[in-house]
């Protein structure tokens, strides 16, 4: 099955070093406590931020969502954003990195006197790590596109806010897991209302007589690829809707295709077995990855 993080393996990434609360480890002697927050309970937030010829992608709106996930849990991160962003830099430099990177940054509570959920047993300050891969999406997948399923797992808020980039990705975890069972690429998941939400690891998007449908946001990760792919639509003209809609809408669409940090615009296929836009990318999707990938590239001349 194909996945919208596929990518061909790079034996650089063999030798990386990974940046740990201000020190630099060989990946295979990077490590982090036990008693970790994150390790314990999944308790902090992330972030995917693609590196692309010299230019941090997005890099102010990945921080301010993930100073503001770090907020909405009551989790210090610990530095300023301009601190953050000098690790960032600095991490790229000590690899020797100029493009095609892809960055995990995590920030967990940080280190516990026990293993128990209560932020008051956390004794040390907040766990900063920086993970930089070459990854480059692979290109074949922008044109042949993924499958979907309608997978059971809900996408709600009644464990955690679904809006958070949080370490703890079980929902997300059930749903992939799910969607493999299926034999689908990704599974799209359902609000508790029974509308389209997001997928599990994407943010999803449909077509319809021309104008691009994706959900309310009520539910689902203020995807940073999403909101860049609405402002692309409002800027050309594109009629693009914030809405409530069902999956027999999905399965009626004109063209579906989802988003994400690392691969940008992928188009969809199929959902739960019914083929969309004659099993081929469509004409709107094409476009709107160009222009897409025209916004990178120009990001990358004016920095």
Known sequence: MASTHDYDNDSRNNDIQIFINGEFYLRSEAKISVMDSGYLLGDGVWEGIRFHKGHLVHLERHLDRLYEGAKAIEMTVGVSKDEMIDALKKTLEKNKMTSDVHIRLIVSRGIKSTPYQHPKVTIGPPTIVIIPEYKKASPKLKVEGI???TVKTIRDNRTQDPRI????????IAACIEAEKMGVDEGLMLDPNGNVSTCNSTNFFMISNK??????????????TRSTVINIC??????????EFSVQDVHNADEVFVTGTFAGIIPVVSV??????????????????????????????NQ
């Not at 104008?211 to 940073?224: A, D, I, K, Q, R």
């Not at 739960?272 to 001349?301: F, K, P």
């Open 272 to 301: 739960d077995g019914v083929v969309i836009s004659s099993g081929t990318r469509g004409a709107l999707t094409n476009q709107l990855q160009t222009w897409y990938e025209l916004s990178l590239e120009n990001m990358s001349n």
């Open 147 to 149: 499958t979907l399923g």
């Open 165 to 172: 980039n949080s370490l703890s990705k079980h929902n997300c």
């Open 211 to 224: 104008e691009v449908w994706t959900s309310n946001g009520e539910y689902c990760l203020n995807g940073v």
């Open 234 to 243: 409002k800027q050309n003209q594109i009629p693009i809707k914030e809405r």
